[in-house]
């Protein structure tokens, strides 16, 4: 009989029994199908905070006497190799773990002992808290770094200098200078005009990272914290990097030539391993946008608090007084007393009058470069003027809000505001705060030019999201579907009904791309196009039978667009947090489906990646080939498997000699990332005899008969691999 090509439709079929199945794809997880083949999906990298390093050495720049070090006669001129008058150095040896003072005289004074290990040569920092003193012509000052134990001199000197120009009383220049023995001098202008007032405190310092310099400013005392730096430029090292493994000695040198500098707590420190972004409660939403043409940032919100992330650096921007929520659904059956008499158990309440609370999440939007949400726990609409200080309610806006939702006409609305469940109210155009703009949120028609409004919708339901599309606002509740459309004078917009018996299930359950609104209703998975349909997935019947309704508020959605997909995460029946996703790619039609505990995303757009959220962790996904969590755990194997594929019409008996794979790899990827098992049968309700697993990397012999196979192919090396059609060596036989 020969060769017979396994040759499946796109997608999975998880609707109705395995039998039904029969010559499709019906199991899988971790893999899609894009440009006619299988493949896994990409890998994640959980993002992470910038460490603030160990400390080698620091003084709070006091003799032993107690009284402070302060600078004293001015230098005779400013240059990268003159030894400094009045200069201190914090030094690591590997003679001696000292603190010391070199005084004027050349000789050294012991102020502290401390421990450390070696300091690596080329990543460190350093930074000291500076007064500038009263005002003064061509002041000039500067901390050097020097990689030796004595005084320095000429170029067989390593060292770096980082100092100050006077522009006026209130502003410098920050310049750097580096050093290599023998490789001569590089210079650079690192910020111009930097405030700094006459008798003011600042933190400056440097990072040496291999190759580059960089220097970076802070408020005194909190140079130690990444998050509080500033950075003012950096230069590259050119031949190599500063790494002087001969002195085997380093030490801090404050350089002045101008009376009145005080200098306190001066750190020298090693970065530590960068941790994966921590934060309190469960991530229910996540948002992405850039606040200026160079800087994304990313938001994201739990039950308790709210973070934004950029360069590697998390603030936690939660507003003062916010009111934090549960993580789960709560439910409670009233107080003893309500509902008819004799109901429930005696003692307690009626369970008809039960009251069910969902998990506390935000809704975010952008006006602009400000972070907007609302918290369903807490009900105001908050603002951010710039994702990294503290949000603040918005005056004059409705209070007891569910949501928030700008549209694309850049109108603020307020969704079930003032605690009505079908109000939307919206503020003057471009305008949250009447702090900004007086009165922005006013309905009382007092200025003729204001376009702020409220409307109720025509439910039975409450409001549960929106989200604007390319021209128009689509506006959720828990039964039905409404569109908002701009049309200015008196109204300002239209709201009319465009769906009805497809209400959403959660208020994050949703997706758009473009034009096109998906989203997960209770028991079916909807589109809107301008026409509000029902999405036939061939997934659907699996989803909704296996499926937790009581953590339904947690289901959520996102797009994944470079690929064409909507996915949709949900808890499966025993799970507590979403711990399953159905993918429907809708330039295809197929589905696919799998296991992944993620509880809120974000596709792609100022960051070149989608971001995804476990209950513990945030992620870069589809970023390299690792499926590990935090901790370096696996979180799964990708694989497929079929339904039944029958021999023949499934009355004929067929001997099976091998099969050939067709697995291609990208550059550099091994041939035989995955393997194969077999399982046969003789009827669909005999047991299944398992034959494998057999490595996919060439034609296979393998020696079994049946009148009924399965295919199950799974990943065993890491990697961006193809399956395209499996071949079976077939041959006519009979059951002995």
């Keep these: ?56 050495g620091q003084d709070t720049c006091t003799d032993p006497n107690g009284t402070a070090i ?15 008058i009045g200069a201190f150095s914090l030094g690591a040896s590997i003679q001696g773990n000292r603190i010391q003072r070199t005084s004027v005289g050349g000789g050294t004074q012991t ?8 300091l690596p040569f080329d990543a460190f920092e350093y930074f000291a808290d500076i007064t500038r003193p009263a005002d003064a012509a061509n002041q000039q000052a500067g901390i050097v770094f020097r990689a030796n134990g004595g005084q320095y001199s000429g170029v067989s000197t390593d060292c770096i200098v980082v100092y100050w120009d006077r522009v006026s009383s209130t502003l410098v220049d920050l310049k750097l200078q580096v050093q290599k023995a023998g490789s001569g001098t590089q210079s650079a202008t690192v910020a111009t005009n930097v405030a700094w007032a006459a008798s003011a405190q600042l933190c400056l310092g440097v990072i040496v990272n291999g190759a580059t310099v960089e220097v970076f400013t802070a408020a005194a005392g909190t140079g130690g914290t990444v998050s509080a730096r500033t950075s003012r430029g950096s230069v590259t090292l050119t031949p190599d990097t500063f790494n002087d493994t001969s002195h085997r000695r380093f030490a801090l040198w404050l350089r002045l030539n101008a009376t009145g500098y005080e200098f306190d707590n001066i750190v020298l420190k090693a970065p530590d391993a960068n941790e994966a972004v921590s934060f309190d409660g469960i991530v229910r939403k996540m948002l992405a946008w850039r606040v200026t043409e160079t800087t994304p940032r990313l938001a994201f919100a739990t039950n308790e608090k709210i973070y934004t992330y950029a360069e590697g650096v998390k603030t936690d921007i939660t507003p003062a007084g916010f009111t934090a929520g549960d993580e789960d659904v709560t439910s409670s059956i009233g107080d003893y007393g309500e509902g008819d008499y004799g109901s429930g158990p005696y003692g307690s309440g009626d369970p008809s009058v039960a009251e ?26 908050y603002r951010s003027v710039d994702g990294v200080t503290q949000m603040v309610v918005c005056s004059g806006a409705p209070e007891d809000n569910t949501g928030v ?29 009447d702090g900004d703009t007086p009165d922005c949120w006013d309905l009382t028609g007092l200025d003729p030019e204001s376009q702020a409004g409220s409307f109720k919708v025509a439910s039975p339901g409450r409001i549960m999201c929106g989200r604007r599309t390319r021209n128009e606002t689509l506006i959720w509740t828990d039964c039905d579907l409404f569109n908002m459309q701009y049309v200015g004078g008196d109204f300002t917009y239209s709201v009319n009904q465009v769906g009805s018996n497809c209400g959403i299930i959660s208020p994050h359950a949703l997706a758009v791309v473009d034009n096109q609104a998906f989203w997960m209703g209770k028991n079916a998975f909807y589109v809107y196009d301008g026409f509000t349909r029902l999405l036939s997935l061939e997934v659907s019947d699996f989803v909704f ?19 064409g997909e909507v996915w ?101 990827q091994v041939v035989g990332s995955s393997q194969a098992h077999l399982y046969t049968s003789f009827r669909p309700d005999e047991t299944e005899i398992h034959y494998g697993p057999y490595t996919l990397s060439a034609k296979t012999d393998v020696r079994l008969s049946a009148r009924i196979v399965r295919l199950k192919i799974e990943e065993v090396i890491r990697g961006d691999w193809r399956l395209g059609e499996v071949a079976l060596d077939l041959q006519p036989s009979s059951r002995r």
């Design 356 to 381: 069910t609370v969902d998990p506390a999440s935000w809704q975010l939007d952008t006006l602009n470069e400000q972070l907007l949400g609302v918290a369903t726990s807490d009900g105001h609409l």
């Design 70 to 84: 302060t600078s004293h006669t001015p230098d005779s001129g400013f240059g990268a190799y003159e030894p400094g």
């Design 545 to 563: 039978s296996d499926f937790n309704r009581t953590n339904a508020p947690k289901c959520w959605a996102m797009t994944v667009a470079a690929f």
């Design 405 to 433: 939702v700008v549209t694309p006409e850049k109108f603020v609305v307020c969704l079930g505001a003032g605690g009505e469940p079908r109000t939307l109210q919206w503020a003057d155009q471009e305008c949250v705060d």
């Design 1 to 56: 009989m020969g060769l017979a090509t396994l040759r499946y439709k796109p997608g999975i079929f998880r609707n109705g029994t395995r039998y039904q199945a029969k010559e499709r794809w019906y199991d899988g997880s971790l893999m899609r199908w894009y440009d006619g083949a299988w493949r896994p999906i990409g890998g994640w990298l959980p993002i992470e905070e910038v460490a603030d390093g160990t400390i080698y």
């Design 568 to 668: 949709f995460f949900y808890c499966s029946r025993t799970a507590e947090e979403p711990d399953r996703y159905v993918i429907f790619n809708y330039l295809t039609g197929h589905s696919a489906i799998g296991e992944l505990e993620r509880t809120a995303g974000i596709d792609q757009g100022v960051y070149p990646w989608p971001h995804m959220a476990s209950p513990s962790a945030i992620f870069h996904h589809e970023r390299g080939v690792s499926f590990d969590d935090e901790n370096g755990d696996q979180e799964g194997t990708p694989f497929l498997e079929s339904g039944p594929i029958l021999l023949g019409e499934g009355d004929l008996v067929m001997a099976i000699k091998g099969f050939i794979p067709d697995e291609a790899t990208s550059a550099g």
């Design 111 to 118: 102020l502290h002992n401390y421990t450390a290990t070696t």
